[in-house]
């Protein structure tokens, strides 16, 4: 059983413990939480504690996490728009709106599930509900995606993303007129301390660098490319709100009037990797999705 310790800070002074620990993982609902307080899993100071415990600053949280639930990724037959495959990799074009995996809750719909029908073979490093998947992009998020077929292709691939040798390009609306034509953020991302299920630019964050270059202006938005040299959760959308530009959209870090869109505007467009057996670099374009394009034009008619 996994161990997990917090100490609560002045900000959360009297907040209820269910409600602190269920914006410290995506993972962890509410519900969840209050089951593990009364099975006695959560622990304040040593002790157990009820599930309306108010916190004071310095107290020392203890939850004991249970082993998670044996879940079974049933392969589903779906429409997949692969751009490659041979015995060892895969690459597909994931639309906005689908998970790429499957979660406690969210077992069924994902890309994971129709991978699974499509081919037989998916490595399984990342275990049962994350076969295959090397890296990921977010639900609202469209573009490529490079899948592992067995486990060495799956350590190569790993290996090419720690040393940044693979090439990741997105194309991203964002709220605001740049004015410069290029640009470079350097900025280290880790969780949000007032929101656990959003990341932030902390000073003690993971090393984090995004490359953007702007395509297009428009009245009040401009069209760009970003080029990732690290992979953290939510980097793109995260850096470009730091610099004051965020993503269209985007309902978790952009304003509220936006463009009317379901998420982000936000292609993984461009996907380039050696491949594991071969040597060889493989690279892969794919179009924006048809409601990106009708933005584009929309702003440009706007103009």
């Known amino acids: 059983m996994e161990k997990w310790e917090y100490t609560v800070n002045q900000e959360e002074k009297l907040e209820r413990i269910d409600k602190i620990l269920s914006t410290q993982s995506e993972d ?6 209050q089951q593990w307080i009364k099975d006695g899993l959560v ?29 079974d990724c049933l392969p589903e037959k779906m429409d997949l728009d692969i751009y490659y495959e041979d015995h060892d990799v895969l690459v ?39 076969p295959g998947i090397v890296h990921r992009i977010d639900k609202d998020t469209s573009g490529l995606l490079m899948v592992a077929k067995n486990d060495m292709a799956h350590e190569k691939l790993v290996n ?17 007129v740049i004015p410069h034509d290029y640009g470079t953020i350097d900025a280290p991302l880790g ?22 270059q702007v395509l297009e202006r428009f009245n009040d938005f401009s069209y760009v490319e970003c080029q990732l040299e690290t992979g953290r959760t939510h980097q793109i959308r995260v850096h470009m709100k730091y610099i004051g530009y965020p993503l269209a959209g985007d309902p978790k870090y952009g304003p509220r009037k936006t463009l009317n869109i379901n998420g ?27 409601e990106f394009d009708e933005l584009l034009e929309m702003l440009r008619n706007n103009r």
């Open 28 to 33: 962890w609902s509410r519900t969840q939480v």
């Open 264 to 290: 982000q505007a936000l292609h993984a467009g461009i996907l380039g990797f050696t491949h594991p057996r071969t040597g060889e670099y493989l690279e892969f374009e794919a179009p924006l999705p048809a």
């Open 43 to 71: 622990l304040v100071n040593g002790k157990k504690i009820k599930t309306n415990y108010k916190c004071q600053p310095e107290d020392q949280i203890e939850v004991s996490i249970p082993e998670p639930e044996i879940l």
């Open 92 to 130: 597909v074009n994931k639309p906005s709106g689908m998970v790429v995996h499957p979660a406690p809750g969210h077992l069924t719909g994902t890309l994971v599930n129709g991978l699974m029908y499509h081919c037989k073979d998916l490595s399984g490093i990342n275990g049962v509900l994350r």
């Open 191 to 212: 969780r949000d301390p007032k929101d656990r299920q959003s990341m932030t630019v902390v000073e003690n964050g993971k090393h984090a660098v995004t490359h953007f």
């Open 160 to 176: 090419q993303l720690v040393e940044k040798t693979v090439t990741r390009k997105y194309r991203a609306i964002v709220h605001g």
